[in-house]
């Protein structure tokens, strides 16, 4: 089983900046590689990054590229996502997941393990 834990979120304005954080446990060894997906209300869950488990890979959607940025420590099974120049649309629940499959994907249903999300609200 592998836990993880966000944290980071909060109400900011339009062009302001948050980094979010994403704390894992349990066997983090089986992790592959981390994403984060948001969700707005009444939309369907969809995939803004992800990064390998070196740090060495990352991989962003059309929507945030340039914006945002992935980042990971090991050694404090932590993964970040630093949110620049923020817009009202970019306001959604933000999940970190854990894959633990051998094939990267941006489908929410490839990966194995969830966070509980944290509220990110831009306001314009």
């Known amino acids: 089983q592998v836990q993880l834990v966000e944290s980071g979120g909060g109400l900011v304005q339009t062009g302001g900046s948050l980094r979010l954080s994403c704390v894992a446990s349990?066997?983090?060894?089986?992790?592959?590689?981390m994403g984060w997906f948001r969700q707005a209300p009444g939309k369907e869950r969809e995939f803004a990054a992800r990064?390998?488990?070196?740090?060495?890979?990352?991989y962003y959607a059309d929507s945030v590229k340039g914006r945002f940025t992935i980042s990971r420590d090991n050694a404090k099974n932590t993964v970040y996502l630093q949110m620049n120049s923020l817009k009202p649309e970019d306001t959604a629940v933000y999940y970190c997941?854990?894959?633990?499959?051998?094939?990267?994907?941006?489908?929410?249903?490839?990966?194995?393990?969830w966070g509980q999300g944290t509220q990110v609200t831009v306001s314009s």
């Open positions: 997941a854990a894959d633990l499959g051998a094939v990267p994907s941006t489908t929410p249903d490839r990966y194995d393990y």
């Open positions: 349990g066997r983090t060894f089986s992790i592959v590689r």
């Open positions: 990064i390998s488990r070196s740090g060495g890979t990352t």
